[in-house]
């Protein structure tokens, strides 16, 4: 378990960066800028970090494993569509969670890190394809396909200011998985 200081120091400057991210892209915010706002000093920071994108590798191994362990649960007993659409579920109460919505709506941001999303990507088509029975070139880009498609709707979601409430959120993706696109463009009311 890590001592208190130095998980104190550590939270410290993963909210300075968080912080940061509000208004400056990733690529802009300096260690000077994160030791100020986390008013720590350039050792301490260089104590616990080689450099700003081992911090950001840092946080964003911290949410892959999170969302990895949201979405890994056996859904035992249930069809495929049942299990995905528990995935969808669980992933989106996994990002209303205070502290995941803050840093996924950032990282999922024009500020944020574009290499993120593909990393969330990949974890949903990982997710995917332990429930589907097949597995063939075709299924890789069906996957990719449904979980660009997921997240992109994730990314508009958290985005949003008017956001719709959750449930509601989640019976349009639960749309969006059963209908086609062109269904969806021709029919928004289904």
Known sequence: MEHTKIKRSKDSIRNALLTLLKDTSIEKITISDLTREAKVNRSTFYSHYVDKINLIEDLESFFIAEID????????????????????QKLVYFALEPTHFSFLKLMLSQNGDPKFADKISESISKQIATVTRKENKASLYVRRFVSRGLLELIIVWLADEERPAPEEFIELVKKSQLFSPMQLVLHQNI
Do not use: A
Request: aromatic share 4%; proline share 0%; hydrophobic share 35%.
């Open 69 to 88: 362990k949201t979405l890994n649960e056996k859904f035992e007993n249930n069809t495929v569509e049942q299990g995905i659409i528990m995935s969808i």
